[in-house]
């Protein structure tokens, strides 16, 4: 069974940075795509960035140039998004999650399998 386990969110002050961490299990398909997610309450659940099994990414506009995803050296079953000069608007639930399949731009959700329970990221002005 797969399972998504983030850590790392929480409250920091505009311009800051955070480290999100997505820690997948189970997961043994050589093709995947790897994604972070954020949802703010009353709107749909946005891709922020992802990954490959190539090491293909890609960002959303919003957050191009701040933010980076990756995984971890040495543990290619650990997420990373390394979130800076964070904004107000980047407030919400950031949730992490795998596909079977190739990364796509503007993907939605309905593209992923598996998803963690999400981590809470507030950025104060």
């Known amino acids: 069974q797969v399972q998504l386990e983030e850590s790392g969110g929480g409250s920091v002050q505009a311009g800051g940075s955070l480290k999100l961490s997505c820690r997948a299990s189970?997961?043994?398909?050589?093709?995947?795509?790897m994604a972070w997610f954020r949802q703010t309450p009353g709107k749909e659940r946005e891709e922020v960035a992802s990954i490959d099994s190539d090491g293909v990414t890609i960002y959303a506009d919003s957050v191009k140039g701040r933010f980076n995803i990756s995984k971890k050296p040495n543990d290619r079953d650990t997420l990373l998004l390394q979130m800076s000069s964070l904004k107000p608007e980047d407030s919400a639930m950031y949730y992490c999650?795998?596909?079977?399949?190739?990364?796509?731009?503007?993907?939605?959700?309905?593209?992923?399998?598996?998803w963690g329970q999400g981590t809470q990221v507030t950025v104060s002005t």
């Open positions: 999650a795998v596909s079977h399949k190739y990364c796509e731009v503007r993907a939605s959700q309905d593209l992923y399998n598996y």
């Open positions: 189970g997961y043994r398909y050589s093709r995947h795509c």
